[in-house]
């Protein structure tokens, strides 16, 4: 078996993993009023990548630990980052009615529910973190970091400048900008609190942070790239839009070719960054390879 077929095993089996404790903490479908905890449920469990949480799980036991502690920690971030998708699908944001080869969770459920799905995953990514066995400081520093990261100084910060500059001419500030809040960040907190709960060091800390950022920023690239030259077929979503609505990517402001440029260039930074832990990091390592040749 080869390292990237390893790589994809790892995966799934971890996918699978966080599947069951989103599915088992959740309300069920069937729980009144069934609408919205079918709606919550609907867009969760639609085929998801999960590398969030993938890099949280993986990153906890690179701080050599492998018990299930951190699979809610997992799961929290992955009901974050659903509720994002959910609310950037709306006609008043990002207006897309395909997700995951799937009708959008509005275009299946209406605007109204699809709304209120995303608020209640919010809810419930916090409940969730709330009853993480982990000692108190390591807990309140995660929720502290998880508002931050997810609110007007992260997530929703970059959703908002992502909204403004559509068809406008941004700069390369501005850009970055949009990439680090509205993607990089959240990825680099689903590896931060991988090693948080590992308890690492502040130098491990400072360290995959770094790499955080960097596999965060190459992840959003290779979107914009997809968006270009992907297909509908494959990612799940429509191809084009970012183009054709004159959203601020990459391709628009550097163009094609000096994206991949920099993709290729991010991809060898994140590897060399975590090529510091050895034979440990193995999977992380191939993980900045497989997020940098995805079709989807």
Same mark, same amino acid.
């Given at each position: 078996?080869?390292?990237?077929? %390893?790589?994809k095993?790892d995966?799934?089996?971890?996918?699978?993993?966080?599947?069951?404790? &989103?599915? @088992?903490?959740?309300?069920?479908?069937?729980? $009144?009023?069934k609408? &919205?905890?079918?709606?919550m %449920? $609907?867009?969760?469990?639609?085929g998801?990548? @999960?590398i969030?949480?993938y890099?949280?799980?993986?990153?906890?036991?690179?701080?050599g630990h /492998?018990? +299930?502690?951190?699979?809610?920690?997992?799961?929290?971030i992955?009901? &974050?980052?659903?509720?994002?998708?959910?609310?950037d699908?709306?006609?008043?944001?990002?207006?897309?009615?395909?997700?995951?080869?799937?009708?959008?969770?509005?275009?299946?459920?209406?605007?109204?529910?699809?709304?209120?799905?995303?608020?209640?995953?919010?809810?419930?990514?916090?409940r #969730?973190?709330?009853?993480?066995?982990?000692?108190?400081?390591f807990?309140?520093? /995660?929720?502290?970091?998880?508002?931050?990261?997810?609110?007007?100084?992260?997530?929703?910060?970059?959703?908002?400048?992502?909204?403004?500059?559509?068809?406008?001419?941004?700069?390369?500030?501005?850009?970055?900008?949009?990439?680090?809040?509205?993607?990089?960040?959240?990825?680099?907190?689903?590896?931060?609190?991988?090693?948080?709960?590992? *308890?690492?060091? *502040?130098?491990? #800390?400072? %360290? &995959?942070?770094?790499?955080?950022?960097t596999?965060?920023?190459?992840?959003?690239?290779?979107?914009d790239i997809?968006?270009?030259?992907?297909?509908t077929?494959?990612?799940g979503?429509?191809?084009g839009?970012?183009?054709k609505?004159? +959203?601020?990517?990459?391709?628009k402001? $550097?163009?094609?070719?000096?994206?991949?440029? +920099? @993709?290729? *260039?991010?991809?060898?930074?994140?590897?060399?960054?975590?090529?510091?832990y050895?034979p440990?990091?193995?999977f992380?390592k191939k993980?900045?390879?497989?997020?940098?040749? %995805?079709?989807f």
């Amino acid at each position: 078996m080869t390292k990237m077929m %390893r790589l994809k095993k790892d995966v799934k089996e971890k996918r699978e993993l966080v599947n069951i404790v &989103i599915d @088992r903490f959740l309300p069920r479908k069937d729980e $009144y009023p069934k609408i &919205i905890h079918k709606a919550m %449920r $609907y867009t969760l469990f639609a085929g998801g990548k @999960r590398i969030r949480p993938y890099l949280t799980i993986t990153t906890y036991q690179l701080f050599g630990h /492998m018990d +299930k502690k951190i699979l809610p920690v997992a799961a929290a971030i992955e009901l &974050i980052h659903t509720y994002s998708l959910i609310h950037d699908d709306l006609p008043d944001i990002d207006d897309d009615d395909l997700r995951r080869g799937k009708a959008s969770n509005h275009v299946e459920f209406g605007q109204d529910i699809a709304l209120l799905a995303g608020d209640a995953l919010i809810i419930e990514a916090f409940r #969730l973190m709330l009853q993480l066995d982990v000692k108190p400081k390591f807990k309140a520093q /995660m929720i502290s970091e998880f508002t931050e990261i997810t609110g007007s100084k992260g997530l929703i910060a970059g959703q908002v400048v992502d909204i403004l500059s559509e068809g406008k001419k941004v700069n390369a500030e501005t850009l970055d900008y949009i990439h680090m809040n509205k993607t990089a960040k959240l990825i680099c907190m689903a590896i931060r609190f991988g090693a948080i709960m590992g *308890e690492a060091s *502040e130098d491990d #800390l400072i %360290r &995959i942070t770094d790499f955080g950022l960097t596999l965060g920023l190459l992840f959003q690239i290779v979107d914009d790239i997809l968006d270009v030259e992907g297909t509908t077929k494959k990612m799940g979503k429509k191809s084009g839009k970012d183009f054709k609505v004159g +959203k601020a990517t990459y391709p628009k402001v $550097y163009g094609l070719a000096k994206a991949k440029e +920099k @993709r290729d *260039e991010l991809m060898l930074k994140a590897q060399n960054i975590i090529s510091f832990y050895g034979p440990k990091a193995e999977f992380l390592k191939k993980i900045c390879i497989y997020v940098a040749t %995805r079709e989807f």
